[in-house]
């Protein structure tokens, strides 16, 4: 069953805790590629120093104030993809950080072994027709752990156990 808006359109660490075993899915020319996500990242807003809208709204972080379920993409060091689904309530800036997959452990090996750029940033995954998660009845037990790749934020928020990882 593909994810809707209500699934997205609640608090982001419920749904990064929600979306582990789900599965995501590009459909490309060539047919869907599909992948089990086995771990994520909450961002959790503008009091969230790891988070890009730490220091408010710009050019690059206002698909964060989209509707829930927006593709929000981003190019980390100039050299990954890194995707992830905004969450919560419109105009107040969470994502989940689509941090591993199944067969590609990594934010931005998952991104290269879908197929999926720059290009996606904005998409929907509620209702576009590239990119969306499945609930295929699949359950596994999460645990958390300290989100990682975040030391310009401060200690609190690294410290957080806001990655959810599949055991």
Same mark, same amino acid.
């Given at each position: 069953?593909?994810?809707?808006?209500?699934?997205?359109?609640?608090? #982001? *660490?419920?749904?990064?805790?929600? *979306?582990? @075993?789900?599965?995501?899915?590009?459909?490309?020319?060539? /047919?869907?590629?599909?992948?089990?996500?086995?771990q994520?990242? %909450?961002?959790? @807003?503008?009091?969230?120093?790891?988070?890009?809208?730490?220091?408010g709204?710009?050019?690059? =972080?206002?698909?964060?104030?989209?509707?829930?379920?927006?593709?929000?993409?981003?190019?980390?060091?100039?050299?990954?993809?890194?995707? =992830?689904?905004?969450?919560?309530?419109?105009?107040?800036?969470?994502?989940?950080?689509?941090?591993? #997959?199944?067969? %590609?452990? /990594?934010?931005?090996?998952?991104?290269?072994?879908l197929?999926?750029?720059?290009?996606?940033?904005?998409?929907?995954?509620?209702? @576009?027709?590239?990119?969306?998660?499945?609930?295929?009845?699949f359950?596994?037990?999460?645990?958390?752990?300290?989100?990682?790749?975040? @030391?310009?934020?401060?200690?609190?928020?690294?410290?957080?156990p806001?990655?959810?990882?599949?055991?």
């Amino acid at each position: 069953m593909r994810l809707g808006y209500d699934f997205f359109h609640r608090p #982001c *660490l419920e749904v990064a805790r929600d *979306l582990v @075993g789900k599965v995501l899915i590009h459909q490309t020319p060539e /047919g869907e590629k599909r992948l089990r996500i086995t771990q994520t990242e %909450a961002y959790c @807003g503008e009091a969230d120093t790891a988070c890009h809208a730490h220091h408010g709204r710009t050019k690059r =972080n206002e698909v964060l104030y989209a509707p829930a379920g927006t593709v929000y993409v981003y190019l980390c060091y100039g050299i990954h993809n890194l995707l =992830n689904l905004v969450t919560g309530e419109e105009g107040a800036p969470e994502a989940v950080l689509i941090r591993a #997959c199944e067969g %590609a452990e /990594g934010p931005g090996k998952l991104t290269k072994a879908l197929g999926i750029g720059l290009d996606f940033n904005r998409a929907s995954a509620v209702d @576009g027709d590239e990119l969306w998660v499945e609930d295929d009845g699949f359950r596994c037990s999460v645990k958390t752990a300290k989100r990682v790749g975040i @030391g310009y934020a401060s200690q609190e928020d690294q410290d957080r156990p806001w990655r959810f990882v599949a055991e």
